[in-house]
């Protein structure tokens, strides 16, 4: 039923290993015992129903939660306690559900600070600009110019303050910042939510691409299913914190239990028994 | 109408102002980054001119150490404030973290008692004393050089802060904090620094300041009038910071001169609510109003 990647013909080791992590807030479980491998070179997609755990896995991931048990590891070394800057540092690059620039900066000012983490001048070298920081910037400049914002098609807003873009817009600079941290895994929290049918179709194109010409892994959480569907090798089920399905798309969508969770199991005296108990909460209440 | 006394008064006023707009700049620096009301500003700043007149006068170093010493003096005090009283109150309701500089305030005015006694006491003179003319208008030397110092000290600050990718990283961090930190940002680490040189440019600026008023326990109280710039021109905005000093440096001028020296600070408040009134977030600040 799973295929797991490590038995994949390529057989590399995984790039990103989630272990048996669990969260709790006070006595709730965000999370529970969930975990995956993310094999390099791969898209793989978290999905699930709202509430299902998936931001928190995320933020697991990135640092900003620390799980109450389990490992995460990345490129064979336990991040589990490693401060987030520090994870940035070791090619760990994410975008966020609601849109996180920094406002009353121009795009490439947003997309410059991306590599914030890379960069070793000093506050003397800045203020002379001389020698580290001139090289730095010059080379800063050449990469996230030619590459980065060409390869996005954002060139003609480049100077633009990003709080007067257009949503899809936005989307893409914050995927463009992400870049340019120059991640080996991107985590892209739902990176078309809200977009039109044209801007998610340019936006699956870039991350089909960011995989193809970068050599980047991505790992998404993603509602629209066509587009998970279409883009991933690896889907992975999410519901109420608990791993409940893993493997390629085809296998995820006949599976039942992920049927369930979606659409409830089909049965009516089901149905008729979870809207009773919704309807006795509310009395309740 | 003498024009030349009102040049004569409009320059000093502005003078003045720069000591505002230094002391404005010190307090917009933490609340840009931290989101912190740190209202002990003025007693930070008092500090400040203590150590100074330590390392000057009780310890008769010259000049050139004693300066230095004072502003990294303090510049420890605003990293060991911010280490064991302002972090560990992160995520906690800003009234909480206000009240905290509030008590801060009266901690430090205790200590200053306590170190050096409340009587008032003069700093060293190190500024030159020939009267300085403008035209025909007559400025004070201290006044004058204080004000020069201000604008050196302030357009430096500005440019390391625009240059230099610690004060990038200190904006990137004021506008969104979570995303800064998962760029590579260490924000803890910027938190410490804008309290740092928050408190160094208050150090300076308490030097300048008592060695025109000389020092006491009270001096603080420089404090209040730089909230009212701060909130007249925006607590996150550092032009307001800058165009708010000189602007109530103007009307305290103006007020003292052709009102009288007891409607100084009324007239200062006076602005203060008028300004209120029409734009709620400042001058120049970002609006959206918070609730203290």
Redesign the interface.
């Known amino acids: 039923m799973v295929t797991h990647p490590q038995s994949s013909p390529t057989a590399a080791p995984p790039l990103l290993q989630v272990d048996g992590v669990t969260l709790s807030f006070g006595g709730v479980h965000a999370l529970s015992g969930v975990g995956f491998d993310v094999a390099p070179g791969s898209i793989t997609a978290v999905i699930g129903p709202n509430g299902a755990g998936k931001t928190s896995l995320f933020n697991t991931i990135?640092?900003?939660y620390r799980p109450t048990s389990g490992h995460v590891r990345f490129k064979g070394q336990d991040i589990t306690r490693l401060?987030?800057?520090?994870?940035?540092?070791l090619g760990l690059g994410?975008s966020?559900q609601n849109i996180?620039?920094?406002?009353?900066?121009t795009v490439l000012?947003n997309i410059k600070?991306?590599r914030?983490?890379?960069?070793k001048?000093n506050?003397l070298d800045?203020?002379f600009?001389l020698g580290r920081a001139r090289r730095e910037e010059a080379a800063l400049r050449a990469d996230i110019e030619e590459r980065i914002i060409d390869f996005l098609e954002i060139d003609h807003i480049r100077h633009a303050p990003v709080s007067a873009l257009p949503y899809g817009l936005q989307k893409r600079v914050e995927m463009a910042?992400a870049l340019a941290?120059q991640p080996e895994i991107l985590l892209l929290d739902e990176p078309v939510a809200g977009m039109n049918r044209e801007e998610t179709e340019d936006m699956a194109r870039f991350i089909l691409d960011v995989r193809e010409e970068w050599g980047i892994t991505v790992l998404m959480v993603e509602h629209d299913m066509g587009m998970v569907m279409d883009l991933s090798d690896h889907v992975i089920v999410l519901n109420f914190g608990q791993v409940i399905a893993q493997g390629t798309p085809a296998a995820v969508q006949g599976d039942p239990e992920v049927i369930r969770a979606y659409l409830g199991s089909g049965d009516v005296g089901d149905l008729r028994r979870k809207l009773h108990a919704s309807t006795t909460t509310q009395g309740v209440l | 109408m003498d024009w030349a006394y009102l040049f004569e008064i409009s320059l000093t006023g502005l003078a003045s102002g720069g000591l505002y707009a230094l002391a404005a700049l010190a307090f917009v620096m933490v609340y840009k980054a931290t989101r912190v009301v740190n209202i002990a500003i003025g007693e930070m700043l008092m500090v400040g001119a203590y150590l100074f007149f330590t390392f000057s006068a009780t310890f008769a170093f010259p000049l050139w150490i004693a300066i230095p010493a004072a502003v990294l003096g303090t510049g420890l005090l605003g990293a060991v404030i911010e280490r064991t009283m302002i972090r560990p109150l992160l995520g906690e309701p800003p009234i909480s973290v206000f009240m905290v500089t509030v008590g801060l305030a009266s901690v430090l005015v205790g200590l200053v008692e306590m170190i050096w006694t409340a009587d008032q006491r003069r700093l060293p003179e190190f500024m030159p004393n020939t009267p300085v003319m403008v035209g025909e208008a007559f400025l004070a030397p201290k006044v004058f050089y204080g004000a020069l110092i201000a604008v050196v000290l302030i357009a430096a600050v500005l440019?390391?802060f625009r240059?230099?990718?610690?004060g990038?990283?200190l904006?990137?961090t004021a506008?969104?904090p979570?995303?800064?930190?998962?760029?590579?940002?260490?924000?803890p680490r910027v938190f410490s620094l804008a309290w740092v040189v928050s408190a160094m440019i208050a150090a300076v600026s308490g030097i300048i300041v008592g060695s025109i008023g000389g020092i006491s326990s009270s001096m603080g109280v420089f404090g209040l009038s730089v909230l009212v710039v701060v909130i007249v021109g925006g607590l996150d905005s550092v032009l307001g910071a800058l165009v708010g000093g000189l602007f109530i440096g103007l009307v305290e001028a103006m007020a003292s001169t052709y009102l009288g020296g007891e409607y100084k600070l009324l007239a200062t408040f006076i602005v203060l609510v008028l300004v209120l009134m029409i734009r709620p977030y400042g001058l120049f600040g970002t609006h959206e109003i918070e609730r203290l």
């Open positions: 990135s640092g900003f401060p987030t800057p520090q994870r940035a540092k994410r966020f996180a620039l920094f406002r009353g900066m000012d600070l991306g914030h983490a890379h960069l001048s506050v800045a203020l600009y910042r941290m | 440019l390391v240059f230099w990718r610690g990038v990283a904006r990137a506008a969104d979570a995303a800064a930190y998962s760029m590579g940002i260490n924000v």
